[in-house]
Every structure is written in C-alpha cells, then in structure tokens.
C-alpha cells in the first residue's frame, strides 16, 4: 500500500511560480510510475506529468510542456511539481498519483493506483 500526501498549494498572482510536494509512504518499489494531474472547477481530471521513480524519466502533456517539471528526490521519498508562468487557467485541485507495473513506451498512461487528497492552486489574474 502507498500514501500520498500533497502540499505546497496555495494562492498566487500570475507570471508568478509555485512549488507543489507528494510525500510518498508505504511500499515504493523501482518499477513505480509517479504523476501529476488537476482538476479545475467543472472540468474533467488532466494528466499533466509523469515520472518514473527508478531512473526519473519525464513524461510531460503539451499544455504545461515547458513551464512545469516534474521531479523526484528518492531519500526524502517525495515528489516535486516546479510550476512557473502560472496563468489564471492553471486553478485546479492538484493531485499526485502513483501506480506499479512492468510497462512500455505507454509507461505515463492511467490508470493510477493509488491517489493523493489534493491541494488548491488559484491563480490570480
């Protein structure tokens, strides 16, 4: 079993940068695959990013290639999401995911196992 609990959200101007965290406990194994998704007020779950525990390899969605990234520290046993030029459209719930498994070139694709309980990110316009 794997916990995940995020933090970091909070209430900022546009242009400005955030740092969310997933703090990971339980059971991590190398083949655990990590991600970030959102969910803005009336809107369906985004995927955002994805990384692999094992060697960090990145998977970004094209609508925050470039401005977000994602990372790991595996001795802190947390996950990072470094969010810059933040706009007003990037308000959402933000939730961290992780999942186990022997995978391809599909590694970043749901479904996730396990779920954090979110944290808010509002962005100001």
């Known amino acids: 079993q794997v916990r995940l609990v995020e933090s970091g959200g909070g209430l900022v101007q546009a242009g400005g940068s955030l740092r969310l965290s997933c703090g990971v406990s339980g059971r991590i194994v190398s083949t655990h695959v990590m991600a970030w998704f ?3 007020p009336g809107k369906e779950r985004e995927f955002l990013d994805a990384i692999k525990w094992s060697d960090g390899a990145t998977y970004y969605a094209n609508s925050v290639k470039g401005r977000f990234t994602i990372s790991r520290d595996i ?3 947390t996950m990072y999401l ?3 030029s933040l706009k007003p459209s ?3 719930d ?3 995911a992780a999942k186990s498994g ?3 070139s ?3 694709i749901p479904p996730y196992d396990y779920w954090g309980q979110g944290t808010q990110v509002i962005v100001s316009s």
Do not use: F, P
Request: with cysteine.
């Open 102 to 104: 022997v995978y391809g």
């Open 106 to 108: 599909d590694w970043h």
């Open 38 to 40: 959102r969910q803005a």
């Open 94 to 96: 933000y939730y961290c």
């Open 75 to 77: 001795a802190k046993s």
């Open 90 to 92: 990037d308000t959402a």
């Open 82 to 84: 470094q969010m810059n």
